[in-house]
């Protein structure tokens, strides 16, 4: 008999009952409440009552305020269809386990927890927002309530620690191929992590790993996804330099598609690489490789390295070409383009 998909909605624990409430009394009102009838309905005061107000809107709610009028919902976040996402990738790695949050702090740091408890592998993490969402080097990654990605998966590969970081390539190719699917235009990847779409970032991922030398524990693969993020929503420092595929596409993209998309293509990938080793990944990513032939500055402890990229040697570490014909390979650090 096949096991039955678990899903598990967990609301967060700041969407609290008052929340729900603020939402509830608006929806039936389809008009303007005033925030001293909420407030009276509630017995909270009216400075409660607007942040409440202001945190829906982080969540993705769209509520105008016309003073002396109150409040109205105009609209609610398009959630991602977890009953889609179960259908499409049932019977696959990924297809047991999911753990759909309204918002959480990390989808990494929920995977992590899981993962040291024991969680399976193909267990996915997945939410509509965080609050302190990570990226590599100590970044943060922010998205807009419901119109990116944002999920971590668990792996339990038979690697050895040395190789589990080529786990970013499979996972980076995979999304490349799966993110083709849903935009009309052709993405590459910045070296070891990023996903790009002509000179804009468009997603990134974050792998974090535990094990002994010989033997990988659990892996967690995060990944965060611009889908139908707009130009306006995007963090000031970021409108030069990131994009979505709704931005690159003209159109809105249905995340919960992409979302299976990417699990079907990660899982493709994965199980080749568990099978036979890293070379499809690998060249893959050498079809897709941003940085090929371009001048690219490493930050290293002692300094920056400026080279030309030579692309990825079988081991995952980007070669940078210096003067005197020397190659020199990094397997971690910053790189950028050099102006
Ligand atoms: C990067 O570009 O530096 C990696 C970004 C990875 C972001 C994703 S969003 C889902 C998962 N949870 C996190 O906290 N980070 C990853």
Known sequence: MESPVSVTYIESTNMSQRKQTVIDILRDSRDFVSGEAMSDVLGISRNAVHKHIKSLRKRGYSITGVSRRGYRLEDEPCRLSMAHVTARTEKTVFGHSFRYHDEIESTNIEAKALATRGAPEGTVVVAESQTAGRGRLGRRWTSPAGKGL??????????????????????????????????????????????????????????????????????????????????????VALRRTA???????????????????????????????????????????????????????????????VGAAAGIDDRGALLVQLPERRVRSFHSGDVTLHS
């Open 150 to 235: 944002l999920f971590s998966v668990v792996l339990r590969p038979p690697l050895p620690m040395s190789e589990a970081h080529l786990l970013t390539i499979v996972a980076a190719v995979a999304a490349a191929e799966a993110i083709e699917k849903h935009v009309p235009a052709q993405v590459a990847i910045k070296w070891p992590n990023d996903l790009f779409i002509g000179d804009r970032k468009v997603g990134g991922i974050l792998m974090e790993v535990s094990g002994e030398q010989d033997e990988v524990d659990w892996v967690v693969l995060g990944m965060g996804l611009n889908v139908n993020t707009e130009y306006s929503e995007l963090p």
């Open 243 to 305: 994009t979505s595929l709704k931005m690159v596409g003209g159109e809105a993209v249905d995340r919960s598609e992409v979302l299976a998309a990417l699990l079907l293509s990660l899982e493709s990938h994965y199980k080749t690489a568990s099978r036979g080793g890293f070379e499809r990944a690998l060249t893959a990513f050498r079809e897709r490789d941003y940085l090929l032939s371009r001048t690219i500055s490493v930050e290293t402890r002692q300094g920056p390295v």
